[in-house]
Nanobody, 123 residues
Framework: QVLLVESGGGMVQAGGSLRLSCAAS????????MGWFRQASGKERYFVAAISWNGVTDYAESAKGRFTISRVDANKMVYLQMNSLEPEDTAVYYC?????????????????WGKGTLVTVSS
């Protein structure tokens, strides 16, 4: 069992930065690939970024060059550093865990979800 709790969301102006955090509980955290999805109002949930147990990363095209995902297994934490934010990045951001890094772009393949944190980017 893995419990995920996100934090760090808020309101920021376009061009600004935010760092999202995801705190995980559970003894097997190091076995999981971790990542982030986002869901804008009235839209589906989309993949943003993922990191494997050994640090391999994957990013959605919209996140490449602007977002950086990282993890600190000793603290059971996952981070998403978001720079050069745009109004189109406004969404609820969800932390997710899966034993299958190769399937991480598929939201249906996640084993655990957090409850999300809202990011609002104003123009």
């Amino acid at each position: 069992q893995v419990l995920l709790v996100e934090s760090g969301g808020g309101m920021v102006q376009a061009g600004g930065s935010l760092r999202l955090s995801c705190a995980a509980s559970g003894r097997t955290f190091h076995n999981y690939a971790m990542g982030w999805f986002r869901q804008a109002s009235g839209k589906e949930r989309y993949f943003v970024a993922a990191i494997s147990w050994n640090g391999v990363t994957d990013y959605a095209e919209s996140a490449k060059g602007r977002f950086t995902i990282s993890r600190v297994d000793a603290n059971k934490m996952v981070y998403l550093q978001m720079n050069s934010l745009e109004p189109e990045d406004t969404a609820v951001y969800y932390c997710a865990a899966s034993t299958k890094f190769s399937s991480f772009r598929d939201s249906g393949a996640m084993d655990y979800w957090g409850k999300g944190t809202l990011v609002t980017v104003s123009s």
